[in-house]
Every structure is written in C-alpha cells, then in structure tokens.
T-cell receptor
Framework: AQSVSQHNHHVILSEAASLELGCNYS??????LFWYVQYPGQHLQLLLK????DPLVKGIKGFEAEFIKSKFSFNLRKPSVQWSDTAEYFC???????????WGAGTKLIIKP | NAGVTQTPKFRILKIGQSMTLQCTQD?????MYWYRQDPGMGLKLIYY???????DKGEVPNGYNVSRSTTEDFPLRLELAAPSQTSVYFC???????????FGPGTRLTVT
C-alpha cells in the first residue's frame, strides 16, 4: 500500500533559523506531490505542489521543496523562518494510478520569537 | 465567495445517535471529499464524489454514508455513532482529482 512518511512530528525553531521538513513516499510510479499548511485556527491550504518539470518548486511565503525521484522524497525548506510560520505542515502524494491523495501524519512547527 | 463551508463546528454525540455533517462549496467544483483526521495521523479519505449523483468509498468508509444530489452539497451521515468515530472531519473540493483541494474549517466530533 502507498504511504507517506513525515519524519518529525514536532519541530521547534528560533526565528531566523533554517527549516527542512522531511517527506518520503512509497510509490514507484509517477506522482503528484503537495505540501499543505494549517495555521492556528485556519483552514488547510496549499503551500506548493509538484506535477512535472523543474524538481525545485517554489511556493507561497518563501517556502520551497525539492523532488528527488531517486530518494522518493519531497522535502520542504525555508532559509529563514518567522514566528508567523508556526503551523502544522502536511505532505500529500497522489499516484497517477488512482485518484486518492495519501497524507503524511503532519509536522507541528513552533517558532520561538 | 465563501469557498467550502461546514456545519456544525463542534458536536458531542452519544453512542448510537445519528447525525449529518453538512458541507457546501460555491466554487462549482465537481470533485468533493470527506476526510477524518485522528491525533498524530494524516487525513484518511472516507468518501468522495466526482459529480452530482456519483459517490464512491475511500479508505475508511465503514459507519458512514454520503449523498451528492447537487454540485454544491456533499453531506456525510453517521447512522450509529461509535466512540471510534471521535475525530475531526474535513470536507474538501477540487476541480479534478489531482488539482489543489480546498478545505472547509472542519467539524470536531466527540462520541461518548
């Protein structure tokens, strides 16, 4: 069965620190990849997505992610985090063989001011 | 436009009771989804719909039913509530199955 792993359930950083959240998936075929974010008290919303082309994808609010096919990974990065980045981050994968989005368990990110 | 709206925001049910979680979208999306999220877990798909009159089971459909009589509405029915259905329920919609999904605010359900 397909699965998505997010390595850290909780991450605590200070403002201006660099961020990398890991995401690995288990599917050998063609995939679409997503990062969603849920800010406190708000809806889940799309941060960025990869469908094809340049494996380095830029999203909103200075986030980027790199698709490394050989490692089945789609890690999320931000060079300098802000207090407003405190949120829960979800990685999701859609295999071209079916319609379903498979979700990681999420990473709660807390930024200390 | 309002996007995806869900009601109620919170609900406490007794074991064996029934209820309907409402979901409405005003973006004219064909695809709609119901997910549940348990603590420390990712979202699990309960049911989905590719258009009015068409629904299908997701990964965890047992104990739930859905209908899709209009493009806008996709209610989720719990017939005999069980403690295992305590969760946060999210409704989402999209233009097609691999497009960005737009989420509602969620319904926090407790069954005791």
């Amino acid at each position: 069965a397909q699965s998505v792993s997010q390595h850290n359930h909780h991450v605590i950083l200070s403002e201006a620190a660099s961020l990398e959240l890991g995401c690995n998936y288990s599917y050998g075929g063609t995939v679409n990849l997503f990062w969603y974010v849920q800010y406190p008290g708000q809806h889940l919303q799309l941060l960025l997505k990869y469908f094809s082309g340049d494996p380095l994808v830029k999203g909103i609010k200075g986030f980027e992610a790199e698709f490394i096919k050989s490692k089945f990974s789609f890690n999320l990065r931000k060079p300098s985090v802000q207090w407003s980045d405190t949120a829960e981050y979800f990685c999701a994968v859609n295999a071209h063989s079916n319609y379903q989005l498979i979700w990681g368990a999420g990473t709660k990110l807390i930024i200390k001011p | 436009n309002a996007g995806v709206t869900q009601t109620p925001k919170f609900r406490i049910l007794k074991i064996g009771q029934s209820m309907t979680l409402q979901c409405t979208q005003d973006m004219n999306h064909n695809y709609m989804y119901w997910y549940r999220q348990d603590p420390g877990m990712g979202l699990k798909l309960i049911y989905y719909s590719v258009g009015a009159g068409i629904t299908d089971k997701g990964e965890v459909p047992n104990g739930y039913n859905v209908s899709r009589s209009t493009t806008e509405d996709f209610p989720l029915r719990l017939e005999l509530a069980a403690p295992s259905q305590t969760s946060v329920y999210f409704c989402a919609s999209s233009t097609w199955d691999r497009a960005e999904q737009y989420f509602g605010p969620g319904t926090r359900l407790t069954v005791t």
